[in-house]
């Protein structure tokens, strides 16, 4: 296919996708109602507006001060102010809102607060001593109090324990818009065996659906975006993983905008930072030598795979030079002498916050520096896509020098495992799960790739009940409960280990994984927990059915968070989409979409019947697949195409087999 004509088919697909997305964008939109501006709000320094029933429907609150939500209290008139406060405001519902949840969506609140509507209470957020809200997102259910069609009074009462005060950050009424109009622009998976697995994928998507928003003057981002929607910054780490999964609904969901908003904020001289602010697009930290304020560099990883899926070489021209330019800064800035030439992170910075490293600061970073060799790896290969041989062998140049060092100061021969580097010069021996981002950065050989892969496969140290906790078993500081990533489950890094393993041939072991996964999170779906005293107080609500954030190693259950105490976040994708729809489509149900190539691989590993409708495949072209046991194990495939494309089929044991499916409706029979 000429590089025009696959322009070509990718303007059309464009075209063909854009309405649909355009549609559900304006209807998303229209089902957030922004209330920053024009509060009636008045100070209560001896907290008696409850006694006087401030939040009462008919309550004359004509004298009090106007002030606006997004921006604290102080900063609009009431200088110094500590203690409690009250907001008011009418505001008029659609009534063909009835029907549907309408929740406040407040991004932050300073410290807590209660909610009234209509003068009734509904809900508190917050708790002294330590449970402040001010950086958290969080919602109030509204309808079941609200009158449709109808001017509702909202009442806030916020409660500011000291510093800044009040609702200073953007907070909105939004009516969760049901995406059953939309399901026939995404896949729809069928396996009858397990339609547990099938309503979670549902409900995957529904979840990223009620997460998307929308760019402001203000904060310069993507007019909508696909937001992991815990708090108002957007982060790199949570982007790019929402990315993998959300590729398989680009017909609906603004997959890649996600990332245009980082090139969007990068700087001149290469910088992109780890997490940038939702109200006003800011860096939220300056970046330090010690605290260079980034995330893990997938964004070429994540390019390359959005390239494979549809064959967008014109988005690789445009995104090419930033990602050079990323990679050049972190080169000149994210490495220290006690490092030999390899990377530095910080906890926070690496995503995994409380993985016990030891004393490795400045030094060598395993999981960072292996990053920055895969974005090496996909480098070269964009620059092969792109003709330009001369930046190909430098990047191909650059990946063989960093996977020299790696394997020279972070392999351990006699453990068989990549380690971080101390400041001392030695290696920390800590186990944790940064080390297989070895295999899918061909930075691991064959050997170590199986030595590795052992590893995987003990049950003292990643063989958990819930494969594969983020810290080995064996480390003395590992959680069985969790602790975050002190044991932990998560679905970033399950996905990483799983992609690493199907590219070196151990694809029995990442088809476990994956179900074993996607089981678990099955589980604890459909058994939520009822030990309410482990979900955090801000988190508490009538019912837990949701994915959550993170998950037990040893049982189906949420993991516990950074203290240890409470449950993870809820509702969280997110990443954790990836379970339910990337692992499902790709290792559960076995298909591999190489649309830059118009192939379509499927690996038959299932008995039973199962397969696939609506799948992209390319540039303008879905199908749908289904695997049919027949007699003596022969197996019916039905097949329906918009465009021709390429079928390979690999079944084990067998060689692969490569069929030409023309538009329309066949069947093959193997």
Same mark, same amino acid.
């Given at each position: 296919?000429?590089?025009?004509?696959a322009?070509?088919?990718?303007?059309?697909?464009?075209?063909?996708?854009?309405?649909?997305?355009?549609?559900?964008?304006?209807?998303?939109?229209?089902?957030?109602? &922004?209330?920053?501006?024009?509060?009636?709000?008045?100070?209560?320094?001896?907290?008696?507006?409850?006694?006087?029933?401030?939040?009462?429907?008919?309550?004359?609150?004509?004298?009090?001060?106007?002030?606006?939500?997004?921006?604290?209290?102080?900063?609009?008139?009431?200088?110094?102010?500590d203690?409690?406060?009250?907001?008011?405001?009418?505001?008029?519902?659609?009534?063909?809102?009835?029907g549907?949840?309408? =929740?406040?969506?407040?991004?932050?609140v300073?410290?807590?607060?209660?909610?009234?509507?209509?003068?009734?209470?509904?809900?508190?957020?917050?708790?002294?001593?330590?449970?402040?809200?001010?950086?958290?997102?969080?919602?109030?259910?509204?309808?079941?109090?609200?009158e449709?069609? *109808?001017?509702?009074?909202?009442?806030?009462?916020?409660?500011?324990?000291?510093?800044?005060?009040?609702?200073?950050?953007?907070i909105?009424v939004?009516?969760?818009?049901?995406?059953?109009?939309?399901?026939?622009?995404?896949?729809e998976?069928?396996?009858?065996?397990?339609?547990?697995?099938?309503?979670?994928?549902?409900?995957?998507?529904?979840?990223?659906?009620?997460?998307?928003?929308?760019?402001?003057?203000?904060?310069?981002?993507?007019?909508?975006?696909?937001?992991?929607?815990?708090?108002?910054?957007?982060?790199?780490?949570?982007?790019?993983?929402?990315?993998?999964?959300?590729?398989?609904?680009?017909?609906?969901?603004p997959?890649?905008?996600?990332?245009?908003?980082?090139?969007?904020?990068?700087?001149?001289?290469?910088?992109i930072?780890?997490?940038?602010?939702?109200?006003?697009?800011?860096?939220?930290?300056?970046p330090?030598?010690?605290?260079?304020?980034?995330?893990?560099? %997938?964004?070429? #990883?994540?390019?390359?795979?959005?390239?494979?899926?549809?064959?967008?070489r014109?988005?690789?021209?445009?995104?090419?030079?930033?990602?050079?330019?990323?990679?050049?800064w972190?080169?000149?800035?994210?490495?220290?002498?006690?490092?030999?030439?390899?990377?530095?992170?910080?906890?926070?910075?690496?995503?995994?916050?409380n993985?016990?490293?030891?004393?490795?600061? /400045?030094?060598?970073?395993?999981?960072?520096?292996?990053?920055?060799?895969?974005a090496?790896?996909?480098?070269?290969?964009?620059? $092969?896509?792109?003709?330009? =041989?001369e !930046?190909?062998?430098?990047?191909?140049?650059?990946?063989?020098?960093?996977?020299? /060092?790696?394997?020279?100061?972070? #392999?351990?021969?006699?453990?068989?495992?990549?380690?971080?580097?101390?400041?001392?010069?030695?290696?920390?021996?800590?186990?944790?799960?940064?080390?297989?981002?070895?295999?899918?950065?061909s930075?691991?050989?064959?050997?170590?790739?199986?030595?590795?892969?052992?590893?995987? *496969?003990?049950?003292?140290?990643?063989?958990?009940?819930?494969?594969?906790?983020?810290?080995?078993?064996?480390? !003395?500081?590992?959680?069985?409960?969790?602790?975050?990533?002190?044991?932990?489950?998560?679905?970033?890094?399950?996905?990483?280990?799983?992609?690493?393993?199907?590219?070196?041939?151990?694809?029995?072991?990442?088809?476990?994984?994956?179900?074993?996964?996607?089981?678990?999170?099955?589980?604890?779906?459909?058994?939520?927990?009822?030990?309410?005293?482990?979900?955090?107080?801000?988190?508490?609500?009538?019912?837990? =059915?949701?994915?959550?954030?993170?998950?037990?190693?040893?049982?189906?259950?949420?993991?516990?968070? #950074?203290?240890?105490?409470?449950?993870?976040?809820?509702?969280?994708?997110?990443?954790?989409?990836?379970?339910?729809?990337?692992?499902?489509?790709?290792?559960?149900?076995?298909?591999?979409?190489?649309?830059?190539?118009n192939? %379509?691989?499927?690996?038959l590993?299932?008995?039973?019947?199962?397969?696939?409708?609506?799948?992209?495949?390319?540039?303008?072209?879905?199908?749908?697949?289904?695997? &049919?046991?027949?007699?003596?194990?022969?197996?019916s495939v039905?097949?329906? $195409?918009? !465009?021709?494309?390429?079928?390979?089929?690999?079944?084990?044991?067998?060689?692969?087999? =490569?069929?030409?499916?023309?538009?329309?409706?066949?069947?093959?029979?193997?």
């Open positions: 296919m000429t590089k025009t004509r322009a070509a088919l990718i303007a059309v697909f464009l075209a063909g996708a854009a309405p649909a997305m355009a549609d559900a964008m304006s209807a998303l939109k229209a089902s957030i109602l &922004s209330i920053n501006h024009a509060w009636r709000f008045r100070p209560d320094p001896h907290d008696t507006g409850l006694r006087d029933e401030w939040f009462r429907t008919d309550f004359d609150d004509s004298r009090w001060s106007m002030i606006d939500a997004g921006k604290t209290w102080e900063s609009q008139g009431f200088p110094e102010y203690g409690v406060g009250w907001y008011r405001k009418r505001i008029d519902i659609p009534a063909d809102w009835k549907t949840i309408v =929740r406040l969506a407040a991004s932050g300073d410290d807590e607060y209660d909610v009234y509507v209509n003068g009734t209470f509904v809900r508190h957020h917050g708790e002294k001593p330590d449970r402040s809200v001010w950086n958290w997102q969080t919602y109030t259910r509204l309808d079941p109090h609200l449709f069609g *109808k001017a509702n009074t909202l009442a806030i009462r916020v409660n500011d324990w000291g510093g800044g005060g009040g609702i200073w950050r953007d909105a939004r009516r969760a818009l049901p995406m059953g109009p939309y399901r026939d622009f995404l896949p998976p069928m396996l009858p065996a397990h339609p547990e697995w099938i309503d979670l994928y549902w409900e995957a998507w529904r979840m990223a659906w009620e997460k998307i928003s929308f760019g402001t003057p203000e904060n310069g981002l993507a007019a909508a975006y696909m937001d992991e929607g815990f708090n108002e910054q957007i982060y790199q780490w949570d982007s790019v993983f929402m990315c993998l999964f959300a590729r398989y609904g680009l017909r609906l969901f997959v890649m905008p996600t990332l245009d908003n980082f090139y969007g904020k990068q700087r001149e001289n290469g910088y930072q780890r997490c940038y602010s939702e109200s006003d697009g800011r860096e939220v930290q300056t330090t030598p010690d605290d260079p304020g980034v995330n893990p560099p %997938l964004f070429a #990883w994540v390019e390359w795979e959005y390239y494979a899926f549809t064959g967008d014109s988005r690789l021209l445009r995104v090419f030079p930033k990602l050079e330019k990323y990679f050049l972190l080169e000149d800035n994210a490495r220290a002498p006690e490092g030999r030439g390899l990377y530095y992170q910080t906890d926070l910075g690496s995503g995994m916050d993985t016990p490293r030891g004393d490795v600061t /400045r030094s060598a970073w395993s999981d960072m520096s292996i990053q920055q060799a895969l090496a790896g996909y480098l070269a290969r964009m620059a $092969a896509v792109l003709g330009d =041989r !930046k190909e062998a430098f990047w191909r140049r650059e990946h063989a020098d960093l996977k020299d /060092r790696i394997n020279e100061l972070l #392999w351990d021969e006699a453990d068989g495992f990549y380690y971080d580097l101390l400041r001392s010069g030695e290696k920390s021996h800590v186990k944790h799960i940064g080390a297989f981002w070895a295999m899918l950065a930075v691991a050989d064959g050997q170590r790739t199986a030595r590795l892969v052992d590893h995987l *496969k003990n049950p003292a140290e990643f063989y958990r009940p819930h494969l594969f906790p983020t810290l080995a078993a064996s480390e !003395k500081t590992y959680a069985a409960a969790g602790h975050y990533w002190r044991g932990s489950v998560w679905a970033p890094t399950n996905y990483m280990v799983i992609q690493g393993l199907e590219r070196r041939g151990y694809g029995d072991l990442a088809r476990e994984a994956a179900e074993n996964h996607v089981r678990h999170m099955a589980q604890v779906y459909a058994d939520p927990p009822a030990d309410e005293h482990r979900i955090a107080p801000e988190e508490r609500r009538d019912a837990y =059915r949701t994915i959550w954030e993170c998950y037990s190693p040893e049982r189906p259950a949420p993991a516990t968070r #950074w203290d240890n105490t409470f449950y993870s976040r809820q509702d969280f994708v997110g990443w954790s989409g990836l379970g339910p729809i990337a692992m499902l489509i790709e290792n559960i149900l076995g298909f591999e979409v190489r649309g830059a190539e192939i %379509l691989v499927w690996t590993t299932r008995s039973d019947t199962h397969g696939i409708r609506r799948l992209p495949v390319g540039p303008d072209n879905r199908v749908s697949l289904e695997a &049919s046991p027949g007699r003596s194990g022969r197996i039905r097949i329906i $195409a918009e !465009k021709e494309f390429a079928l390979e089929i690999r079944r084990p044991g067998a060689a692969a087999r =490569r069929i030409r499916v023309k538009p329309g409706r066949s069947t093959v029979r193997l």
